[in-house]
């Protein structure tokens, strides 16, 4: 009983070392690296009280009174605040397709995309007015 | 047959016939002869009288024709004027308004400056519209109403609280709220004045003060709502006065013939002009009322001359000495504004400032003795002192920047309409900036100690295609030559991003291996081509990362004869750089000239990863009533691969953290940037590119001769760089995520996978298929 008990225990302490071997083996062939020196986070700020936050509201408002003029205002001036804001540039993708210009819509689709995250409602939105503007 | 109408000759010729052929008669019959003789001389006289009466008649209708010829002519005068534009008004260019808001980064001495170039006046009691109050680590401000296109900015009074470089409150001091945002109407930065070189803000009918007519009608024209025009009895008062003085000493002319004389007519003494002057003034009554002729004369008069500039009207004249809008002026200034017109030069207050102030009191004796004020506020005003700016605002304070504006508005509008109608120009300029720039140029040309060194920089939002600043002259208030965009000159290893991201195009990656060898180009011209490294040494087989980084020529001239150069000139075409028509292989190393403003359109779409945003300076045009005439939208086009980029971006970086900019290191210490140097042949030319979190930074120094400068791209424009840019507080450049690029340690020198705590171990990013497959050994 005692070798067979001690085979097991061997054969259970082979069997983990071997598992921890190859994790390790594993964790040397794809380091983990971080990159966060280099790369940055997209950032789409949507604190409720922000400046940029009350300029897509503002935006969004003068869309709905058909004010697309006044939308591409408040959308620019948050771009300047907030460059790298996906939601500001898809917006303003949505202004310029109410302006029927839609190669400035799908640029500015672009660059929504370029700053989005992986942020599911804004690409299928993004998605959505991109199918909207190439058939325009 | 067509009779001619008879003429004053021929009806001459006539009666002389007539007495002619009556003659004869009167001396056919003698015995009647004395009866006859009378009567002949009294039809004689009488015939004498009918032709006096009718020169008479003919003179005073010929001279009622012309009379009346010339109340038309006058007439047509004062409708040109009256019913078209009656100034030139010149259009302005607008800096950007600055958005405050709770977080962003602003200190409180920054937003003084801001204020201070928007002629915002300070004061130790509560602001009125106009002003601001400096407080402990805050700001009352209260804003002017502004009007954009699309709104109006109402005026505020707010106060803005900062802790160290960040604003942390806004808040609004009448609703005692916070505000989200608040835009601060933008300064005027420059003008485009009419050929006369006359300047004015025009003042509505109902902006006008109460008391600035009332004080400019008790001063030049006591009689203004009683004459017609021309006020006879003040004209023979001043005429005694005159002849007795033996010298003009008095005028007797009242506001219509200032007016009629400032919009028509020109300043020479002479009878006819008085003349002219007069039956102006008088159809100028017949046609407009007292408060037009009143409005008209307030927008008029000549004030202030500022060098070239003759400042018209009291508007601006207020704006320029004190920095605030008319109605805002205390009894005093007003006082001293109406005391001016009768000699802006004798009476400007900056030059003759004794002058200026017994005028003003004179004025406002004047006022006194007419009750404006009652002794006592006379008493008090009189003790004021004159209150004045000590210096003029400069006319054009940043002149490369607006050339480039007036450059930009050219190929749409013709230089009558920038200069007379009054135009509105709304661009990106950040004066805060502008004067990072000013600083950082003048510290770091210091350093060089040679004073003919010529330099052009250019700085600019790459993610939104904003020049915000940028200087043509090492005498950045200099409005000669603009170098940062009529100077094309080589521009060496600053053409090498665009190269390897051309060169990225294909199976390479930053690890692949590149050949530091000689190489010998035969040109078309028969004549050889030998490249060579800046330390004239080769440094034998590296990576295409470390080639970059240290600058290597040999690498680069090697992959572009492998196909390097068509891809870069396909490239350059993309952005619409290409100059030549006929390539030389030395465009791989940056013969090509460019100037500086086209290097800064070049690394935009490589700080923007690929993004094509054209680099402006106008974002807006309106027309003197807020009408849009022309919008410059923000455009992004994606014309090179993000993923290709990046890894052109992370080259950059390394060229700061280990390669030729190495020096910012010790300057931004932790801060990642990037960059690239360049340096022409014999040191002639300094270049540094390099960009940070939204700013990019294009430096070019040079001489103007073409002699070497003996300094490299490293030594100099680098240097002059991070000057400029530890004024400006730039935030880290952080490299864009992109799912198509994985990131590994690489051996630098072999382009082997490696680990980070190995030697010569370098974090790069791969597009997947391109990984490198060999291990390099960890020393």
Request: proline residues 5%.
């Amino acid at each position: 009983m005692y070798p067979a008990r001690i085979n097991l225990i061997r054969t259970r302490s082979t069997k983990i070392g071997l598992i921890l071997l190859s994790l390790l083996a594993a964790s040397c062939s794809v380091p983990t690296i971080n990159t966060d020196q280099y790369q940055g986070e997209i950032t789409t700020e949507q604190a409720s009280d922000g400046p940029v936050v009350e300029l897509h509201r503002l935006a969004i408002s003068a869309l709905n009174q058909k004010q697309y003029d006044r939308s591409v205002n408040y959308l620019q001036r948050a771009i300047k605040i907030e460059p790298r804001n996906a939601h500001s540039w898809h917006y303003l993708a949505q202004s310029y397709w109410h302006k029927k210009n839609y190669l400035q819509c799908l640029d500015m689709i672009e660059r929504s995309y370029s700053y989005s995250k992986v942020e599911d409602d804004l690409d299928r939105a993004n998605d959505a007015l991109k199918t909207q503007c190439l058939a325009g | 047959m067509a009779t001619k109408p008879p003429s004053k000759t021929n009806t001459k010729l006539r009666s002389k016939v007539r007495a002619k052929v009556k003659h004869p008669q009167t001396q056919s019959k003698p015995g009647h002869s004395k009866s006859k003789k009378s009567a002949s001389i009294q039809k004689n006289s009488r015939s004498q009288h009918y032709s006096f009466k009718r020169y008479l008649f003919g003179f005073i209708a010929l001279s009622l024709i012309a009379f009346s010829a010339y109340l038309y002519f006058l007439n047509h005068l004062i409708n040109q004027r009256f019913d078209g534009d009656t100034w030139a008004l010149p259009s302005r260019i607008y800096a950007r308004p600055l958005e405050l808001y709770t977080g962003m980064s602003l200190n409180q001495e920054s937003l003084k400056f801001e204020l201070e170039l928007s002629t915002y006046q300070r004061v130790r009691y509560r602001p009125k519209p106009g002003q601001y109050r400096l407080l402990n680590q805050s700001i009352d401000l209260y804003t002017q109403d502004f009007e954009y296109s699309d709104s109006v900015e109402p005026g505020r009074l707010v106060n803005i609280k900062f802790v160290g470089d960040k604003v942390t409150g806004i808040k609004d001091l009448v609703s005692n709220k916070p505000l989200k945002l608040h835009r601060l109407p933008p300064a005027i930065i420059g003008s485009y004045h009419p050929q006369n070189g006359e300047d004015r803000l025009l003042l509505a009918s109902d902006r006008i003060p109460e008391q600035l007519q009332k004080i400019l009608i008790a001063v030049e024209d006591k009689q203004f709502f009683s004459h017609f025009g021309i006020n006879p009895v003040s004209i023979v008062r001043a005429l005694i006065a005159n002849v007795r003085a033996g010298k003009t000493v008095q005028g007797g002319s009242t506001l219509t013939q200032q007016l009629a004389k400032n919009l028509f007519l020109t300043a020479e003494r002479s009878l006819l002009r008085k003349i002219n002057e007069a039956f102006i003034a008088l159809l100028l009554e017949a046609r407009f009322s007292k408060q037009t002729i009143l409005a008209a004369y307030i927008n008029e008069v000549f004030l202030l001359q500022q060098n070239r500039i003759a400042i018209h009207g009291f508007e601006l004249a207020s704006q320029r000495l004190f920095k605030l809008p008319i109605e805002q002026l205390s009894t005093d200034k007003l006082a001293l504004l109406v005391g001016m017109v009768k000699g802006p030069s004798s009476y400007n207050p900056i030059a003759h400032p004794v002058a200026a102030l017994t005028r003003r009191n004179l004025v406002l004796r004047v006022m006194r003795d007419e009750k404006l004020i009652d002794p006592t506020e006379y008493a008090h005003l009189t003790k004021q002192p004159l209150g004045t700016v000590k210096r003029l605002p400069g006319v054009n304070p940043f002149p490369a920047y607006v050339d480039l504006v007036k450059r930009q508005l050219k190929s749409s509008y013709s230089s009558s309409e920038l200069s007379a109608k009054g135009l509105r120009i709304f661009t990106p300029f950040d004066p805060l900036v502008q004067r990072a720039l000013h600083t950082g140029l003048k510290n770091g040309l210091l350093r060089f100690g040679q004073p003919n060194l010529q330099s052009a920089v250019v700085i600019a939002d790459y993610l939104n295609g904003d020049i915000q600043a940028l200087t043509g002259d090492s005498q950045v208030d200099y409005p000669g030559f603009n170098r940062a965009v009529m100077a094309q000159r080589p521009i060496g290893s600053l053409i090498k991003p665009l190269l390897l991201y051309s060169l990225l195009d294909g199976n390479r990656s930053l690890a692949t291996p590149a050949n530091d060898k000689e190489i010998n180009i035969k040109q078309s011209d028969g004549n050889v081509w030998t490249p060579k490294n800046y330390d004239r040494q080769f440094h034998g087989k590296m990576t295409l990362y470390q080639a970059f980084v240290k600058s290597y020529n040999l690498p680069f001239v090697n992959f572009g004869v492998e196909g390097g150069l068509e891809a870069l000139v396909k490239n350059l075409e993309r952005i619409d750089l290409l100059k030549h028509e006929v390539v030389y292989p030395s465009i791989l190393l940056g013969t090509s000239a460019m100037s500086a403003l086209e290097v800064a359109q070049m690394f935009q779409v490589i700080a923007n990863n690929g993004y094509f945003t054209p680099l402006t300076t106008i974002r807006q045009v309106s027309d003197k009533d807020n009408r849009v005439l022309d919008r410059m939208p923000l455009k992004s086009q994606k014309i090179f691969n993000q993923a290709q980029m990046i890894q052109v971006q992370r080259a950059m970086v390394g060229v700061v953290e280990e390669g030729t900019a190495k020096y910012l290191n010790t300057r931004f210490k932790g801060q990642t940037l990037a960059g690239k140097t360049g340096t022409t042949n014999d040191a002639r030319d300094s270049w540094f590119s390099g960009f940070s979190d939204r700013l990019l930074g294009v430096v070019w120094l040079g001489n103007d001769d073409n002699k070497p400068i003996n300094l490299t791209g490293s030594s100099g424009a680098l240097r002059v760089w991070a000057d400029i840019m530890t004024q400006q507080k730039i935030k880290p450049f952080k490299i864009s995520r992109d799912a198509a690029l994985e990131w590994r340690y690489i051996n630098r020198n072999n382009g082997g996978l490696t680990k980070q705590h190995c030697a010569n171990s370098v974090l790069l990013p791969f597009i997947k298929s391109q990984i490198p497959t060999t291990r390099s050994a960890c020393e």
